[in-house]
């Protein structure tokens, strides 16, 4: 198993219970008459009760907390600042945050896996703040640009900066001397290192994360000529979402690292992720990359539909619903569409909106001879050198 396999778990949204507004504490915080900003408040009462809600057996973990805007609603703030409190938080370890999931809540002391997720704002600038203090050789007790010209400095917004800066507060690199954030407060107390997880944040997202496990993956387990498991194989493998997958794939295709071909060739490994130079088989390449096939196809459709329009329709009747011709030629509504908009820049077909719309006929196409020969998947390239060496 490998490194990314014992490191994080996939959840999926549908198989987590949400906490209910009423199962929350009846006591909401007091905001009134502290020095305390409203989400430092909030903080400190959601740790408080999820570290009670685990110790009495009322919370598990990997619940959902309710939503952002009915948690705001419930507590009478923002949503704001009840995502900066959860931003706090999560540095505690009892929350997770996933986009199209919501906030999961965690044990800090426990060893289960994590979601894994995109590098956020926050992260990165807090990776670009370490890299300013150590580029511009600040000293100990000097005091460090506002929030806001800091933002204007790294290009990220002012809050995303106050958050980075108050973290940076609360592991002791940085120390505030003032109540409000944007000002010039923020005085260096240590000196930042900057390491290899700071220097990947930067410029991190998760598709490059994939991207790099996915071919640590495949010098772990495969060769050149062997086959991929399908999309929703590596999801459950990667643990990230199959779009994810997909993202990171069409990456190492364009690196000429896997060939995608249709149907049940499926995606073939045809250099090794650490290798200079691709030299590829004959058997491999004989067959064309899985764009050029998906052209071939919706190509070869359209003269279907053409030779279809010829024998069926005269000008100006309304053509069946795409779904309708999808099946009549047994292929994807997608296919259908493509082929459909290739006819209407060739003027025998025009789209029409509304209640009476749909596809007309503008134009009777001509008879074509056969060249069927154009629809079979091949590299031109193998064609020509098959051909001279007969």
């Known amino acids: 198993m490998t490194n990314f396999q014992k490191s994080f778990s996939k959840l999926e949204k549908a198989d987590l219970k949400r906490i209910e507004l009423n199962e929350l504490p009846k006591e909401i915080p007091n905001f009134k008459n502290s020095f305390e900003s409203k989400d430092s408040i909030i903080r400190k009462w959601l740790t ?29 703030v923002s949503v704001g600042t009840v995502q900066n409190a959860i931003r706090y938080v999560e540095d505690s370890g009892y929350l997770e945050s996933k986009q199209r999931i919501g906030t999961v809540i965690r044990n ?22 370490k890299k300013y203090i150590i580029d511009n050789e600040m000293k100990l007790n000097e005091p460090l640009p506002s ?9 990220h917004s002012t809050n995303t900066v106050r958050l980075a800066l108050e973290y940076l507060c609360s592991i002791g690199i940085l120390e505030t001397r003032a109540f409000r954030s944007n000002e010039s407060n923020w005085v260096l107390k240590s000196l930042p290192q900057l390491s290899q997880d700071d220097a990947e944040n930067e410029n991190s997202t998760l598709v490059k994360q994939v991207e790099k496990d996915l071919k640590d993956y495949i010098c772990q387990t495969y060769k050149v000529g062997d086959r991929l498991p399908a999309h929703f194989e590596l999801s ?34 045809i250099k090794m992720p650490n290798d200079n130079v691709l030299q590829p088989e004959n058997e491999i390449s004989i067959f064309a990359k899985a764009e050029e ?12 539909i053409k030779s279809y329009i010829r024998e069926t329709f005269e000008v100006g009747e309304k053509m069946p619903s795409m779904e309708a011709l999808s099946q009549k030629f047994d292929v994807s509504s997608n296919t ?24 007309f006929v503008t134009d009777i196409p001509e008879t074509e001879g056969s ?10 390239e193998y064609t020509f050198t098959f051909e001279t060496d007969r």
């Open 147 to 155: 929030a806001r010209q800091i933002s204007a400095i790294i290009g």
């Open 336 to 359: 259908i569409r493509k082929a459909l908009q290739n006819l209407s820049k060739q003027g025998y077909v025009q789209f029409s909106r509304g209640r009476y719309g749909g596809t």
């Open 48 to 76: 408080d009760w999820i570290v009670n809600g685990f110790k009495k057996g009322k919370i598990k973990e990997n619940t959902l907390l309710p939503k952002k805007a009915d948690l705001a609603y419930y507590l009478g």
């Open 236 to 269: 459950e493998i990667l643990k990230v979402s199959i779009k994810t997958v997909h993202d990171a794939m069409k990456v190492l295709i364009d690196e000429g690292i896997l060939l995608a071909r249709r149907g049940r060739y499926g995606t073939t490994i």
């Open 293 to 304: 096939a998906q052209y071939y196809s919706y190509q070869k459709i359209e003269n279907s």
């Open 371 to 380: 060249q069927a020969f154009r629809w079979l998947a091949v590299s031109p």
């Open 108 to 129: 800090a002391d426990s060893s289960n896996p994590i979601i894994r997720k995109s590098i956020s704002k926050r992260e990165k600038v807090i990776a670009q703040i």
